[in-house]
């Protein structure tokens, strides 16, 4: 298929992304925008379609604005290269990086050679992503096929397909724009949006297209809000949803099972209450899902797949130019590519996402610093990033119109509408509306689909759910600092309401839900209480109960487990998993095993504390489940390594990630928990030492480690308690 165009191109358009894809010459399909020089091979990220590809014509010597999308400002600067269909360098359009000065620009303009023609070429973009390290530099790849010939032709494929071409001027159709017809829009007028009675096209000023969007009537939703809605009501009444999660500060979800009329469940039902003016996400994923999935649709063209960029190759030493880029430094451990669990560190001490060192080992994944430790490809037995192969629903609003559709994201590349992957709309009902700063969505959304490309079922069984809302002005959240905090950005408005770009570390996380079986067990009195979950089937698949007596708490916790598998329970403060102390233990196949006191200073591997405040510790595997108990103060001993339990804290539940335990029972090392942790929704008290007298009987005798300068603090702690109640 080709596409020809003639002298002058003007292409400003974005769409919301993670990172970088070409928009004008349109990108090699598919089009994801996470194809890095870390996980995928150069040139391009995706191989050559051959006669399938989309070819774009140019005339030599002709000006063109190369136009990309970004949905995250990195520092550094965009290369355009001309390349050989065999993927050698043809030509450079720049002698070094450009747009150095500005990271939120979104087009670049060259002048093709006059001197050289194409039946088949490649014009190719790299944008850096300068707050990362690799060896050789970070940089991610997008590529347009096209050809280049002597003059301009003056026919409908100059524009784009989507017009007629009349004395070197294109007429574009309705919803489509530019001298070339290169820019789509959902809608020109209402009645693109089905008239005033169904929706409203509203131009949401945003960076990206499409800009004018069709926002619907309640009674109406889906494309051009044509598709009629028996969800209409945004009320949301709490006592009618047998779920509820806080999913974080600013979001509230509530869920139900719906039957249909023959007393069958056949939707789920989902309430959204955000405290924000731009989208909210919430995003599913079956549990125990492969990294196999992200083989499913094309793209990652392995890493020294071309001989003309091998693997361990520098772009120095590819094209001359070097990627090294010396950024502006600042901002905290936890952002995109930082240390956090949607493109940053992995949890439990697997691969660092997007760059930053990974602390105790593991692969370093966007611009860490070892490329010979590289992330598997795709199909391997890799984690799953919480991105990866996710079943997506994002809802926007204005006023009381609204936009809800059904999105799937493959690997951490902007989510798309399930159309992006040959996939289906599998939304049955929508509403919403926003109000006075508050966003409230609706929705209905099929148990069962016919959908294998973009949908997965919602079954009785623990789901990954993941969830994000936009960025607002001026609350931006980049660590390492992005090219905003780093005043190389004209644009600091980079992120616009509604805008689906990316959502920064404070506004996004994840949890593990069975919809159907919402009321896990959870109870709590001034002196005890317990939490579990999956317990329809035999033994509960984890459990935790705790006592307090005095000035310390007892926990009991059992995880169905394998041996060489960790079970853990978790205080924190904050819900993330930085900051988080951390008990964990596993067993190995002789029986013997370890129970370790960590705190978790990003999300990496938490490593065990300097001093073990762990009391009366006991560890055992019997019948499938891996069963430990300890005893620890309520008041922290170690204020800089354990979290203080006399206020209220979020407990965290988690299990089943990989541990390496020696012949005699200590951890040598863990890996990452293949399922986002629980975390209880309220913070969590325990009673007082007057509330709950009394003292633990193995705090009376040897504790199973710990040193003796340990039980000489507990017996200390211990005289004081009674010395207290004596006074």
Not at 88 to 103: A, C, P
Not at 165 to 170: A, E, H, Q
Not at 215 to 236: E, K
Not at 497 to 523: C, L, M, Q, W
Request: proline fraction near 5%.
């Amino acid at each position: 298929m080709k596409l020809a165009l003639g002298l002058f191109l003007c292409a400003f358009i974005s769409l919301g992304s993670c990172h970088i894809t070409l928009t004008f010459p349109p990108a090699r399909r598919p089009g994801y925008d996470f194809l890095d020089n870390v996980r995928t091979g150069g040139p391009c990220g995706v191989p050559d379609l051959g006669n399938n590809a989309v070819v774009t014509t140019f005339a030599n010597g002709s000006t063109i604005n190369v136009s990309f999308h970004l949905a995250y400002p990195h520092q550094g600067g965009v290369l355009v290269n001309i390349l050989n269909v065999n993927g050698s360098l043809n030509r450079l359009m720049f002698s070094n990086w450009t747009l150095l000065d500005d990271s939120t620009k979104q087009y670049v303009t060259i002048q093709l050679p006059t001197d050289f023609t194409c039946d088949r070429c490649v014009l190719q973009l790299l944008r850096q992503a300068g707050e990362w390290s690799a060896n050789g530099g970070y940089f991610f790849y997008s590529c347009a096929d096209i050809e280049i010939k002597n003059a301009a032709v003056c026919d409908d494929n100059r524009c784009g397909g989507q017009g007629s071409c009349n004395n070197n001027v294109c007429t574009c159709n309705n919803t489509y724009s530019g001298e070339f017809c290169q820019y789509k829009d959902d809608c020109t007028s209402d009645a693109d949006c089905g008239g005033s009675s169904k929706g409203s096209c509203i131009d949401i000023h945003v960076t990206s297209r499409p800009m004018k969007q069709c926002f619907c009537n309640p009674g109406w939703f889906g494309a051009g809000c044509a598709t009629a809605s028996p969800l209409t009501d945004i009320t949301i009444d709490a006592s009618s949803y047998p779920l509820y999660r806080r999913l974080g500060n600013n979001l509230e979800m509530w869920a139900k099972i719906l039957n249909n009329s023959n007393n069958q469940p056949d939707r789920l039902e989902v309430a959204l209450r955000a405290n924000t003016t731009s989208f909210v996400a919430v995003g599913f994923r079956p549990s125990g899902i492969t990294a196999a999935c992200r083989a499913q649709s094309p793209g990652a063209f392995a890493v020294g797949t071309n001989s003309f960029w091998p693997r361990g190759g520098t772009l120095q030493s590819v094209i001359g130019i070097s990627a090294l880029y010396n950024p502006v430094l600042g901002g905290g451990p936890e952002e995109e590519g930082g240390n956090n669990e949607e493109g940053g560190n992995n949890e439990e001490g697997g691969n660092n996402e997007e760059g930053g060192n990974n602390e105790e080992g593991g692969n370093n994944e966007e611009g860490g610093n070892n490329e010979e430790e590289e992330e598997p490809e795709e199909g391997s037995t890799v984690p799953l990033h919480p991105m990866d192969c996710t079943d997506i629903v994002i809802g926007t609003a204005r006023g009381n119109r609204f936009r809800v559709f059904d999105y799937y994201t493959r690997d951490r590349s902007t989510p798309q509408m399930d159309g992006f992957y040959s996939g289906t709309q599998d939304i049955v009902g929508a509403v919403g509306r926003e109000i006075n700063g508050i966003t409230e969505i609706k929705f209905w959304k099929k148990l069962t689909s016919s959908d294998t490309n973009a949908d997965h079922n919602i079954t009785n069984s623990f789901m990954q759910v993941i969830w994000s809302m936009g960025q607002v002005f001026p609350n931006y959240n980049h660590n390492p600092n992005s090219g905003i905090e780093a005043r190389t950005a004209m644009n600091t408005m980079f992120y616009k309401p509604d805008e689906i770009k990316y959502h920064g570390s404070v506004n996004r996380g994840g949890a593990t839900i069975n919809f159907f079986d919402p009321k896990s067990f959870s109870n709590s009195s001034t002196c005890g209480g317990g939490y579990s979950y999956g317990c329809t089937n035999g033994p509960c698949l984890y459990r935790a109960t705790w006592l307090v007596k005095g000035e310390h708490v007892q926990f009991n916790v059992t995880g169905r487990v394998s041996t060489g598998r960790w079970v853990a329970i978790g205080f924190s403060d904050n819900r993330l998993m930085p900051q988080t102390d951390i008990a964990l233990a596993a067993v190995n196949s002789d029986g013997r095993g370890e129970v370790t006191d960590r705190y978790a200073t990003a999300r990496a591997m938490p490593p065990a504390d300097n001093m073990n405040h762990l009391l009366a510790t006991r560890v055992s595997h019997s019948n499938g489940l891996t069963t430990f108990s300890f005893i620890r103060a309520v008041s922290a001993v170690d204020t800089t390594q354990d979290i203080d339990l006399s206020s209220p804290r979020f407990f965290v539940y988690a299990l089943n990630g990989a541990a390496t335990v020696n012949a005699n029972g200590t951890i040598s090392s863990i890996g990452p928990h293949p399922s986002t942790p629980i975390v209880s929704d309220d913070r969590i008290t325990l009673g007082t030492a007057a509330q709950c007298p009394g003292v633990f009987d193995e705090l009376m005798t040897s504790p199973t480690d710990g040193s003796a300068t340990m039980m000489a603090s507990v017996f200390v702690l211990i005289f004081c308690t009674l010395l207290a109640y004596l006074i």
